[in-house]
């Protein structure tokens, strides 16, 4: 029996604290390149996953009780949020978590004071996010997303074969900034996300979930092994390149 290669994806990832790169210390570096957000501000995090960094940015700003509202398509994701958020003993009045799709969010018409994004924004391409997320945003909002970007404009062989075919829309930082300012945004300032918030927090976690699941698919599923072998295909991309791209955040306002 060939196992749905789309759910072993799915099923490594939510296995992992983080569906991607991240850590409390390149969340609140992004946030403190906006300024001080007012008391009892309202976040509005997308695609937010299993919450990681939405639990992060309520520590973050608790003294000033702001509220979150988590939004995901993946309820198996939210499951996990929900039930982290009971654990932690997460206030209502804090946090509110909803299905939904990032490209078609219905919200009926409520805005947020912050609108944050930690590495999704590339489902629907940079730009585009930034231009149909706009919408969301209160008068005198600020929107952060931290996007996959290059680091240089001349990467190597081995770095630009695995993510021209892996993510061929990617840009430098000085292309995703002139993106966000044709959708209409200044760009307050950048964090690069280091190295070694990569391997503790995404890669390391993943090398051995991966080694996990290597012992439940039978050797005959090749569907199985292949996306867990493009999974240690990126780690070791990663671990020779890495040097020559990152997650970076980008802290926005919107002009006008």
Known sequence: MTTDPYLVFLDLHLRLPRQGPGGRADTEAALKLLPRLRKRASILDLGCGTGAQTFDLLALTEKSKTRATAI???????????????????????????????????????????????????????????????????????????????????????????????????ETIAGNIARAEAAGYACLGTHEMPATTWEKSYYAPMEQTINEMKKEFAPTDLAARRVLAEAEREIETFRKFGGEYTYVFYALERRG
């Open 72 to 170: 995901d398509i993946l309820p198996q994701a939210l499951h996990k949020l929900v039930h982290r958020a009971e654990h932690l003993k997460i206030p209502e009045n804090r946090l509110a978590i909803e299905q939904g799709d990032m490209e078609e969010l219905d919200l009926q018409g409520e805005t947020f004071d912050l609108v944050w994004s930690e590495g999704a924004i590339y489902v629907l391409g940079f730009q585009r996010g930034l231009e149909l997320w706009q919408k969301h945003l209160a008068p005198g909002g600020h929107m952060v997303v931290s996007e996959w970007t290059w680091l240089t404009d001349t990467p190597s062989s081995g770095a630009s074969a695995f993510w021209r075919e892996n993510y061929p829309g990617a």
